[in-house]
């Protein structure tokens, strides 16, 4: 029997293949410098939900023209260029299992390459001749920006609430996959209802995506993450599970889960120390129930439409976002 994967990957094999091509091309005329950073992130492993979300969107809506892989890249554009900049915020070194750009090309480079990924995604939206889908993207990628500022700024922060943490992951992840099933939405020119069923859907999705992230961050190895884990421990940011397992500790035991948190330089003993306490305070279980719930949402906005295989694969990726916790 097929895993989910072999299914989604038989359901959208030529669409992705596609969207490679459009990446590749709306690249290939600039500088040296560009096109090699630009590559090394955008050709590293990344598995382009964004742009087919924003492509089977379009489909599930109607849209019967050419054009939505060209435009599909706009995401996978300013997802890239959201990596570098954070990469170097949080002096990261493994992204998708690689050295992190800025370590092979230094921090002006990728700063700039950043930008310009930035600014191609917008010139290539003003090709789509849509006011309404500009402003969404530009609403967007001041939410995603405000979302890092905030996360930043609760740094080593062990009072940051959950309702904190879903503000935090609505801005700085839910709000691009939403922008991505929007737009395909408008692109196919929906009706009000399928627009919005498709924008709750991208929100849905988006929550439960980062924190099933949150949670393999904690329990997956580096080689099947493709970052370091530990990394939001080590990087003092407070996620689901360890918010969950604060809210529920002993005095003592929180005394010393903040003690962690704290530390600067977490060892990898503090790290599995902490790994316990979150097991023990139901945080494990509790984030993948929070996903579980977000998944199911995501997947009821579907229901205004009939059954297709669209439908199906839209139905499918959802459930992959929990599988992506094992």
């Given at each position: 029997m097929k895993g989910l994967r072999d299914r989604i990957i038989e359901s959208v094999g030529e669409d992705l293949?596609?969207?490679e091509k459009a990446l590749l091309d709306n690249l290939n005329p600039?500088?040296?410098l560009v096109s090699h950073v630009g590559r090394y992130i955008l050709f590293s492993g990344g598995k382009r939900i964004r742009p087919l979300l924003m492509v089977l969107s379009a489909r599930i809506c109607g849209y019967s023209g050419n054009q939505d892989k060209r435009f599909s890249a706009i995401f996978e554009y300013i997802?890239?260029?959201t990596l570098l900049h954070d990469d170097i915020v949080d002096g990261a070194e493994i992204r998708r299992g690689n050295p992190v750009s800025h370590s092979i090309w230094g921090n002006p480079a990728t700063v700039l390459v950043g930008d310009f990924l930035l600014s191609r995604s917008i010139s290539l939206a003003t090709e789509a001749g849509s006011v309404k889908i500009l402003k969404i993207l530009?609403?967007?990628t001041a939410q995603?920006?405000?979302g890092e500022i905030e996360q930043l700024l609760n740094r080593d922060n062990p009072d940051i609430s959950e309702l904190d943490y879903m503000e935090v992951i609505k801005r700085k992840t839910a709000c691009l996959i939403q922008a991505a099933c929007h737009v395909g939405a408008i692109l196919a020119e929906a009706t009000q209802e399928q627009e919005k069923a498709m924008a709750d859907y991208g929100?849905?999705?988006g929550i439960a995506f980062q924190i099933a992230d949150d949670l393999l961050d904690y329990v997956a190895s580096t080689d099947v993450f493709g970052k370091s884990t530990g990394k939001d421990l080590k990087e003092?940011?407070?996620t689901l599970p360890l918010i969950h397992a604060l809210g529920n500790a002993t005095a003592e035991d929180r005394e010393r889960m903040i003690a962690i948190v704290k530390d600067s330089d977490t060892t990898v003993r503090e790290f599995e120390e902490m790994v316990n306490f979150i097991e023990k305070y139901g945080g494990f279980s509790y984030a993948k129930d929070r996903?579980?719930?977000f998944v199911s949402e995501a997947k009821k906005s579907l229901s205004i439409f009939k059954p297709s295989n669209t439908r199906e694969t839209l139905s499918l990726l959802a459930d992959y976002v929990l599988e992506r916790e094992l």
């Open positions: 293949l596609q969207i600039y500088l040296p997802h890239a260029a530009a609403d967007t995603m920006s405000e929100y849905n999705l003092g940011k407070l996903a579980r719930h």
